[in-house]
């Protein structure tokens, strides 16, 4: 048999085939996902042993001036128990360090004729880049240098917007602001600073570690996210929920981030689109891959199954760090949040352990990404966080754990196959389906519905879904109603969708490129 009959008569069939049971699945996990998401009675925890559980909200904050007052005020008027629970800010010295190194770029920047606004990534505040590029624009060819140091010298750092602000906190939530040394690191290393420091934070209200650490939580959120005014009391719903069901606490709870929060709109033009089509992405992600996965874990650890059968089902959970809760001595264990992604890396971790996952039913908005740069570098840094679970594995080899290790094993290959799946499949999938009439009209057909359910039919379903999940979270007194991302060509946007997996190839190729080139391709942050 030659190789193009091999292709034709084996490949293609098996290709088209997986294809189809993946749109399939998708469809089918967006539905029950968004079902439950909308069904599940919203309502206060009871309290019945007068005991909440302890919370800690952790916002690391970089560059985050536009968003810094907005935060603070959403999840300090949180509602939950009086005196159970903090709210902790975590600015960094790195970005002071920053600014100093970039001050001196300011000259180069002035000199061109005009100063576009991506140039001033990093100098400022996202949201600012175009009004300070067209303010530096407008001024004289020799007062452009001023005009500019000017603006950046009255750019307050964000320890400087979180120091006033929790100097004139009043009411709500405790609120504590730390300030991490320049130290190097990403947000993991924000976060593991503000554990070292939990008595700090939490002993004023009567906590102590060897006493209540068996009941508290840490929780991670963006900076830029807007929770439901219910979260904390959906977290408390959740963990008091699952420990009665299987008579102990979930190692981590995750409140589904739903990338609907739109602060800045999608750029024109074929990036917008792309850009676009990214956004009915990760929302599909949250819901067929995210949500979908750690249901499915949690009815593993209550179903009658047989323990080997329930380990070898059980999938590799994302955990997502806008909207997740680890309960503390799940992650004292784990030795703190991994870099690169503390998410990624703690969910990861936890699965191979066997550890107890559960969703939450209350739900919390962020923004989804509208300039190719932060997409690139999202996916890159993603896959890089995945791409070697191995080392996961050896990080928690010493570790206790309710999987065998060749649960282990098969959880591990697993993410490999779904790392090999997102560097090859788009393009191999596409020469499949390409090819398909070729293999015979049977699998043409199968391939010509694979795609429309993977793509148009299940993006149309998006964006139905979109204003109602929307409308589902109710934020904090303190804010108004929040902006809501929508398809500005939503006919364009479904015709177009099947190319969307093509937009995540960018990142982790030209990672993978600049590897193997001997070039240094440095993580900035992943800033919407």
């Known amino acids: 048999m030659s190789t193009a009959q091999v292709w034709l008569d084996v490949v293609v069939p098996v290709l088209v085939t997986a294809l189809l049971a993946r749109a399939i699945w998708a469809a089918l996990a967006v539905e029950t996902s968004a079902r439950w998401l909308l069904s599940t009675r919203r309502h206060r925890p009871t309290d019945r042993d007068g005991q909440a ?3 800690v909200v952790l916002l690391p904050m970089l560059r985050e001036q536009a968003v810094a007052a907005e935060s603070i005020a959403a999840f300090t008027d949180l509602d939950y128990r009086d005196g159970r629970a903090a709210v902790v800010v975590i600015t960094t010295e790195r970005e002071r360090t920053a600014r100093a190194q970039h001050r001196g770029r300011l000259p180069e920047l002035a000199a061109p004729a005009t100063l576009t606004a991506a140039e001033l990534r990093g100098l400022f505040p996202a949201s600012r880049c175009q009004a300070v590029a067209e303010t530096v624009n407008a001024a004289r060819r020799g007062e452009r240098l001023a005009v500019l140091t000017k603006l950046f010298d009255a750019e307050p750092s964000t320890a400087d917007i979180v120091t006033a602000l929790t100097a004139g906190h009043r009411k709500g939530l405790r609120l504590v602001h730390l300030h991490q040394p320049d130290v190097g690191g990403r947000k993991p290393g924000q976060l593991n600073f503000a554990l070292d420091r939990l008595p700090d934070v939490l002993g004023p209200l009567g906590w102590r570690e060897d006493a209540h650490a068996h009941d508290t939580f840490v929780l991670v959120y963006d900076a830029d996210a807007v929770p439901d005014r219910a979260t904390l009391t959906a977290f408390a719903d959740a963990a008091t929920e699952h420990r009665t069901s299987t008579g102990r606490l979930p190692a981590l709870i995750q409140q589904q981030r739903l990338p609907l929060l739109a602060r800045r709109p999608f750029p024109r033009g074929l990036t917008g689109l792309l850009l676009t089509e990214e956004w009915i992405y990760q929302l599909r992600r949250s819901l067929d891959i995210e949500l979908a996965r750690v249901r499915l874990h949690q009815w593993l650890t209550r179903s009658r199954l047989p323990k080997p059968v329930r380990a ?6 994302y955990a997502v760090g806008c909207g997740m809760a680890v309960h503390l001595p799940a992650l004292r264990r784990l030795g703190g949040f991994p870099e690169p992604m503390e998410d990624l890396g703690t969910g990861h971790r936890l699965s191979l352990l066997g550890a107890d996952f559960a969703p939450s039913a209350a739900l919390v908005l962020d923004e989804p990404y509208t300039d190719t740069a932060g997409v690139t570098n999202l996916h890159a840094l993603a896959f890089t966080a995945s791409a070697r679970p191995d080392r ?6 010493h ?7 060749p649960a282990r094993a098969a959880l591990m290959l697993r993410e490999w196959a779904d790392e090999a799946a997102w560097l090859l499949g788009a393009p191999l999938l596409a020469v499949a389906v390409a090819s398909a009439w070729w293999a015979g009209p049977l699998w ?14 299940t993006t149309a379903r998006l964006l139905a879904l979109a204003p109602v999940l929307h409308r589902r979270v109710t934020p904090p007194a303190s804010l108004g109603p929040p902006p809501r991302s929508a398809a500005a060509r939503p006919i364009a946007l479904v015709a177009a969708s099947p190319l969307q997996p093509f937009v995540r190839l960018a990142g982790p190729w030209r990672m993978i490129w600049a590897k193997a080139t001997g070039r240094r391709l440095g993580f900035g942050k992943t800033e919407r």
Do not use: K
């Not at 070898?312 to 959970?317: E, F, G």
């Not at 996961?392 to 080899?397: K, L, Q, S, T, Y």
């Open 399 to 405: 570790l206790p754990g309710v999987l065998s290790r």
């Open 392 to 397: 996961h594995v050896r990080a928690v080899a």
């Open 312 to 317: 070898w089902l059980r999938p590799m959970v």
């Open 444 to 457: 043409a057909g199968i391939a010509v519905v694979a795609v429309l359910l993977h793509g148009p039919v």
């Open 53 to 55: 559980p302890w919370l």
